[in-house]
């Protein structure tokens, strides 16, 4: 999901993954699925078979574990923030754990088409010194969303193959 605010002074975009579900629901969803495993575990327990319960236990610690970790890479963003004098880019989940400056004179757009109709177009911010690949978890449709915003900001230097380098 792509979404911008503006302000006088600057333009702030940030990239988010899509989001299924909440945390809030994804914990509802495991106390869901505890209560008849756990209750018939316990059932076959009582009845003798207690290997059971510890393999119920662990298929509910592995669901939630699941869960969390899936959670957690949706809480990845890319906030790419445009002002008159530098084009800034902080990665990471739930704050930033990377960020990179580029002077905004020298910041340019490089982007390398789709390989296939369903994926999107590979989308880099440059400068002299370093290149940082943006949105790389975004669908088609919103890379192309994300490409137009940038492309109306920062001029575009190429449609030439990015290195593709993970920061």
Known sequence: MVTIRRTPSELLIVATPNHSSSWQANKWLLVALSIPSLGIATGFAVLGAWPILPLAGLELGA?????????????????????????????????????????????GLSIEQERHPWEGPVICLHDHHREVHVGDFLNRKERLELMELLRAELRVTGYAKCVLQRF
């Open 63 to 107: 669901l939630g574990s699941a869960l969390y970790l899936v959670n957690w890479n949706l809480q990845y963003r890319h906030v790419i923030t445009l002002s008159a004098e530098a084009v800034q880019v902080e990665k990471g989940h739930y704050m930033p754990r990377q960020r990179w400056r580029l002077n905004r004179e020298k910041a």
